[in-house]
């Protein structure tokens, strides 16, 4: 409710004997407006942009996932190794233990010097120090391992593998090629990039794409009168479209942005085998340039 005026020749009301400003008079109105979007080239293109920013998400979960059980993999294989060198010392021990029972035996035979009882003695002595040397790296392993698991580490790690081929056999071609086909289509973390480029080039053209028109459907429904019990209803949906003239400086300043990153970061899918290491070459599918990256 409230007071209102108008000019009855700007509604078309030219009656004579009727003034040109009308009112002050009260007026009651009272009304609901929806308003929907239809089609709009850029929230199109943000979309598309976020289900792209989600694969990468996803594709740098798989590459953290695959970090973990290298690492895992990586401090396994030490344990291993720490284990086997061990039973190496041991046996090594038991060894030296033998040849000083044949030396002071020899000794007390008259067949040998006192020197080679010393000798074998020293030598017992470096293996058993040696021995106390891969137990302590062998429980520094099994801490490492449980830590990488992310357990405790003083749970107790029984390994039951042994250092052989099979224990980092892997379903890895053996040729230069192959591998690096391998990767290319398998690493989550070149899938990564891949997919935080296309949200990059995406982005930039959801920016751009404000420029173009957008069509809206407007839908108004309302009571109108001078006194509520007279109020009489009325309402339009009209279609509506917008096209602004110009971006502000900010959505070019994000666009720019997206395309320098782009250019900066996204690598066309062709590898030059023949380079030690591999090289990524190739033109970027939005600015055009030549990007590289080791």
């Not at 339009?236 to 994000?254: E, I, L, Q, T």
Request: with cysteine; net charge positive; hydrophobic share 45%.
């Amino acid at each position: 409710m409230g007071e209102r005026n108008f000019n009855s020749k700007a509604q078309g009301i030219s009656f004579p004997g009727v003034p040109t400003i009308i009112g002050p008079f009260n007026a009651y109105d009272g009304r609901v407006r929806l308003t929907q979007t239809l089609f709009d080239f850029s929230n199109l293109g943000r979309v598309s942009a976020a289900k792209s920013q989600a694969s990468a998400a996803g594709a740098e979960r798989s590459a953290v996932v695959e970090s973990s059980a290298q690492n895992v993999a990586l401090a396994y294989a030490r344990a291993i190794r720490a284990q086997a060198v061990v039973t190496a010392r041991g046996a090594d021990s038991v060894l030296a233990r033998e040849l000083v029972g044949l030396a002071v035996a020899q000794q007390q035979a008259g067949v040998s010097a006192s020197i080679d009882v010393t000798r074998a003695k020293t030598q017992l002595a470096a293996a058993a120090g040696a021995l106390i040397v891969a137990e302590n790296q062998l429980d520094r392993a099994r801490i490492d391992l449980a830590r990488a698991l992310g357990l405790d580490p003083a749970t107790p790690i029984t390994l039951t593998d042994t250092l052989n081929a099979q224990l980092g056999a892997a379903d890895v071609p053996a040729d230069r090629n192959g591998a690096v086909a391998q990767a290319v289509t398998a690493r989550p973390d070149l899938a990564a990039e891949l997919a935080r480029g296309a949200a990059a080039r995406t982005s930039a053209s959801a920016i751009s794409a404000e420029r173009l028109p957008r069509l809206e459907l407007e839908a108004d429904y309302g009571l109108s009168g001078v006194r509520m019990p007279d109020a009489m209803a009325h309402g339009k949906s009209p279609y509506r479209s917008r096209c602004p003239f110009w971006m502000d400086s900010g959505a070019k300043a994000a666009s720019r942005s997206s395309r320098q990153w782009c250019g900066s970061r996204t690598f066309a899918p062709l590898i030059c085998a023949s380079r030690s290491p591999p090289m990524w070459m190739g033109p970027c599918s939005t600015c055009g340039r030549q990007v590289r990256s080791r």
